[in-house]
């Protein structure tokens, strides 16, 4: 049993981790024929990623970020980590549709997972994905494309097809989301119709601490751009809109949220206003992909453990 752990803690690898710097490095580790698996940001909450031999992390290799000239996609190491990409899309005027709820897990590790936001139209991470490119057992480089035979079964890999090296994303023109929260929507109301609920914007978020039995505490819709397309449906569910700042987690401050109530922020740059939170790590994070404020992108946020640089902060 080795003394390395994933990210909540709960799983200690057995495997020893390896962190090749060069491809050369990280063929040599995977050819030798004993056991490996792949490691991204350890953010699995079970042991998929372990293994008796060799987890190899590739977060030393040399990272990759190209946007083609079309301007349409852009290639990324998979080590890289969505908090790495997203800001660096945004500076180029550019956004991926849909992010996970935090940005520190890597991209290769996502895909491979299956990760996915919220919103009944957007896909998840993997269906970004138009080209992956792996090193196998034997070592060899091989490329996917989507439209390929065998490149669906690939992108959500679950580790076990060898390293995801880089991956090409399909991104977008950065966009403008606003959004709304209202409080204890009726659980009878939202179950009685969820397709409704779910798809009453871009992506909606419903928390509970499940306190009440008869209400959630929040319902959080977030829509591209200023329109609220949601309507009366607040209303349906008998919820009634926040009187002022939430955060997803009630009694949480909501200091380090974007704005709400419908404000148009900027889109796609690292910050997503429903994100992810822990009583243990209170604030910690934020989810990566719409409503940040233009202005003000990365403001009145902490830093969490896994996040890539101090320069970079969050916001939810
Ligand atoms: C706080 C928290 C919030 C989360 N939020 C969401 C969410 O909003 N939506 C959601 O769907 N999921 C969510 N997850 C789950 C998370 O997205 C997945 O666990 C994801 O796999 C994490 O990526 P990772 O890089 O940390 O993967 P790891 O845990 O390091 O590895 C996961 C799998 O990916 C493989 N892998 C990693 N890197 C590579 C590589 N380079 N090549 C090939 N295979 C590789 C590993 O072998 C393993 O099988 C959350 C998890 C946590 C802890």
Redesign the pocket.
Known sequence: MGEER???GNVRYRGAVAHPATLDEARALITTGSPV?????????ND??DTTGTLIA?DQLPSVFEVTPERDAVRVS??LRYGDIAPRLEAEGLALANL???PH??V???V??????SGDAIG?LASAVRELTLLTASGELLTLRRGEPRFAGAVV????L????ELVLDVEPTYQVAQRVFDRPRWDEILGDLDAVTSAGTSVSIFTTWQRTDSADQLWIKQRGAADLAGDLPARLGSVAADAKRHPILGVDAVACTDQGGVPGCGISGCRTSG?S?PRRPVS?C?ASTSCRAATPWRHCRRSAGWPTASHRCCW
């Open positions: 994933n990210w909540a698996r792949m490691l991204g940001t350890r953010h699995c909450f998929i990623a590739l998979g080590a996970a709820s935090l897990i890597s290769a590790g996502a491979s997972t299956g990760t996915h936001g998840s890999g679950l580790g076990a060898g390293a995801v090296l992810w822990s994070s989810r």
